[in-house]
């Protein structure tokens, strides 16, 4: 009877599932009448009190996300995760269609995972000068992208006019793609260069930075550079860089500013599973912060935060999405604030790292974080698998684990890939499409908002 767990992996439509099978289903009926009948001799009943909750919307706690890892039952992990997803985001999958830009590899730090940074000198350093930047934005109009990406390294080599000057030549010529730029690390480094940067006060030296770059047409920000918030693991793997509380300022001060954000979890390096779920749990208090700004009321029954320290300094009440009816956050709300958009779980590639020795996360430890993340980030409209770190097929198979984006065609990437696959990575819109329908959704195009796209020939616009 397992394979039945496989069914409900190929997009099964659950109205054509025969009533029998309707009576012992866990989207249809509670875990323990399934335990009664033994139809799934293989499920685990430490999941039973967590179906509970997830189907009631409620809080899943660190010891919930701990069983979620740890069971046997992987199957039932990735279909209470996909009925969280289903009840988010009924029958769509979403994908843009973007373009990135590395403005600069040179940078000051050495995180131990990183295999893209170089110093001044090493081979195959470079930083792009504005026109090359210009006609990077010319090539995403031609290609009808609505969205370029830009991070780059921490170069001390470059002045903060230079970040400006890059936007506004950006919106200068491709007026219409939104700018998602600069990780919170980046805007750290930014503060510093341009001597705004204070220690005990990084938000007041942010918040200059980001007015600046808000007037020469940053659209919102991307989500990298979280890593895992561990003492830890940012001690033994990225200790120069910038650690969670700087992290959460920097987006704190975005959400303020009425940005919206996205964040990551760089996972499958030294880190620990209870570590990776102190990483969401932070990130979802961060979250009841951002859309208790918005007006949503919170629900702090039967759920205590415990054990993660930088929690306790985020006096929100908990708001959860996930539950029969939430309306999630939308752009129209930004004039509250910003909030997060999307969670990504990025697996680690040891391959030319510091870190080579380590063997990174495989296939299966990859859809069962995806669906964790999906479950334990109740207030986080979007989770996405990121296909050039997941690779398409993957990702496909994630849209049934809890993901409901992909990601888009993406021009070039080379802050990090997947092994094999060389810098420069795309696909077309298509293999994108086809991808999503294949997995039983329909595909949306969207655009870095999350707004519907539509398009008439190389015309397009946000609905
Ligand atoms: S991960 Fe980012 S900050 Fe760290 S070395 Fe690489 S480019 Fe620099």
Not at 26 to 32: A, G, I, K, Y
Request: hydrophobic residues 35%.
């Amino acid at each position: 009877m397992t394979v039945f767990g496989k069914a409900c992996l190929e997009s099964v439509n659950r109205h054509c599932l025969p009533k029998t099978v309707k009576q012992w289903h866990p989207c249809f009926v509670d875990l323990e009448s399934r335990m009664t009948t033994a139809v799934l001799p293989n499920l685990d009943p430490a999941l039973i009190p967590i179906s509970e909750k997830v189907r009631n919307g409620k809080r899943l706690s660190l010891d919930d996300g701990h069983v979620l890892y740890e069971t046997k039952d992987l199957w039932t992990v990735l279909e209470l995760a996909k009925m969280v997803r289903d009840r988010m985001h009924p029958g769509v999958a979403y994908y843009n269609i973007n373009r990135h830009l590395n403005y600069t590899n040179i940078c000051a730090l050495s995180c131990k995972f990183c295999e893209f940074a170089r110093k001044k000198g090493d081979d195959g350093e470079y930083t792009r000068d504005i026109e090359y930047i210009k006609e990077e934005g010319r090539k995403a109009v031609e290609s009808g992208a609505t969205e370029m990406h830009i991070v780059g390294g921490l170069s001390p080599y470059l002045p903060f006019e230079y970040y400006t000057d890059m936007l506004k030549a950006l919106t200068e010529v491709a007026p219409n793609v939104h700018l998602k730029a600069f990780t919170a690390v980046e805007l750290v480094h930014l503060a510093r260069i341009a001597k705004v940067y204070k220690k005990d006060d990084i938000k007041s030296g942010v918040r200059w930075v980001l007015e600046r770059l808000m007037e020469a047409g940053l659209g919102s920000l991307p989500g990298g550079g979280a890593e895992v918030f561990d003492e830890r693991v940012h001690k033994e793997a990225f200790k120069t860089k910038i650690g969670a509380h700087e992290w959460l300022d920097v987006h704190l001060v975005a959400h303020e500013l009425g940005l919206n954000t996205n964040c990551t979890m760089l996972y499958g390096h030294v880190d620990k599973r209870e570590e990776r779920l102190r990483h969401m749990e932070i990130l979802r208090r961060s979250q009841d912060q951002a859309l208790h700004r918005l007006g949503y009321e919170g629900d702090a029954e039967g759920y205590i935060a415990k054990g993660v320290p930088e929690s306790e300094e985020i006096t929100a009440p908990v708001i959860t999405l996930t539950g029969e009816g939430a309306t999630l956050p939308t752009p129209s709300m930004s004039s509250k604030g910003g909030y997060y958009q999307t969670i990504t779980p990025l697996p680690f590639f040891p391959d030319g790292s510091e870190l080579e020795h380590l063997s990174g996360p495989a296939g299966v430890e990859n859809l069962r974080t995806i669906a964790v993340t999906r479950l334990m980030l109740d207030n986080f409209p979007h989770v996405k698998a990121f296909w050039i770190m997941q690779s398409l097929s993957m990702a496909q198979v994630m849209l049934e684990a809890g993901a409901d984006d992909i990601d888009g065609t993406v021009v070039w990437y080379d802050i990090t890939k997947a092994v094999g696959e060389g810098t420069h990575q795309e696909t077309t819109e298509r293999d994108l499409i086809v991808a999503i329908n294949e997995a039983g959704y329909e595909a949306v195009e969207r655009d870095t908002l999350y707004r519907r796209v539509e398009r008439d020939g190389s015309e397009w616009r946000v609905l």
